[in-house]
């Protein structure tokens, strides 16, 4: 199990693998959320981590996703789960990302991140991957940011 830390990304290095992980609390409902997960048209607009997300992010389907950390590469990824404002996973052969919303109370969503990615040839290219701390923070703190900013206007 991936210990997650509030607001702060922790990544785990194995010699096969590297998973980073972030966990938020946000004040909103699960299906604004979720919206804002899901809709791949928005996401650059919300999203200062993402430059260009491409398709439809529906089960089964393919998108193309652009990321600040390495401007020039097109991530093409499948959308491996969805269950509906609760688990979102995408991802290639490489590794997945999942997103997972759980409700903790008094209005309260938790969103949590991980990512995992590695594979035989991982410890090859390792060095040549950027951390993505930083990143991590920066989602999760827009996605806080704008799913509590629409929950406020309604």
Do not use: C, H, Y
């Not at 996703?65 to 969805?82: N, P, Q, T, Y």
């Not at 008094?106 to 594979?119: A, S, V």
């Amino acid at each position: 199990m991936i210990q997650t830390q509030l607001n702060k990304a922790t990544t785990v290095r194995k010699t096969f693998s590297r998973t980073t992980s972030i966990s938020t609390e946000i004040v909103s409902d699960p299906g604004i959320i979720w919206a804002l997960l899901t809709n791949a048209s928005d996401f650059s607009r919300w999203n200062s981590t993402i430059t260009s997300l491409e398709g439809k992010i529906e089960l089964g389907k393919k998108i193309q996703l652009r990321s600040i950390l390495d401007a020039k590469r097109v991530f093409k990824l499948s959308i491996k789960e969805m269950v509906p404002e609760n688990r979102l996973t995408w991802g290639d052969a490489m590794g997945k990302r999942t997103f997972t919303l759980v409700s903790i109370g008094n209005g309260l969503i938790r969103f949590t991140m991980i990512e995992k990615i590695g594979g035989p040839l991982f410890p090859l290219f390792a060095g040549m991957i950027p951390s993505f701390d930083a990143s991590f923070e920066q989602f999760a703190a827009d996605l806080k940011k704008e799913s509590e900013t629409i929950m406020n206007a309604n």
